[in-house]
């Protein structure tokens, strides 16, 4: 699975989930590997962004069907599964499910605890921090 396929997955759960940490911290990922503005930038309409291949567009359809509430009950139908599964192996499937559980462990200390943007892991929780945000 590559990196920039999980950085773009999981920048797409920072946005939906109103999360700045989640969205700088992708963001940044994505600048370190190379990724161009425009590629970083369209990740908030993929739906019709030209710069993503059909693979690409498979994990941020996923991520939204998990972190979107469906009324009507399922999250993730088997027309959507069997769509995202075309482009990856199994493998690359659990790399994309873990990535997304990995967003969802995280999201409540992210939201209680309002982590410092661009600080690293274990300084980023500052009491300062927490009263700034």
């Known amino acids: 699975m590559p990196q920039t396929t999980i950085s773009l997955l999981q920048l797409r759960a920072g946005q939906l989930l109103g999360s700045t940490y989640f969205a700088i911290r992708e ?18 309409t993929w739906h019709d962004a030209a710069c993503f291949t059909d693979a690409e567009r498979a994990a941020p359809a996923l991520v939204e069907a998990v972190l979107t509430p469906n009324p009507s009950g399922e999250r993730v139908p088997d ?39 661009g600080m690293p892991p274990g300084q980023n929780y500052s009491e300062q921090g927490r009263h700034e945000a």
């Open 27 to 44: 963001t940044g990922n994505l600048c370190r590997i190379g990724e161009s503005d425009e590629r970083i930038t369209a990740v908030a």
């Open 79 to 117: 027309e959507l599964y069997a769509r995202v599964s075309a482009h990856y192996d199994d493998k690359a499937m659990w790399s994309l499910i873990l990535a997304i559980a990995h967003i969802g462990f995280l999201t409540p200390a992210a939201l209680i605890a309002k982590p410092i943007p």
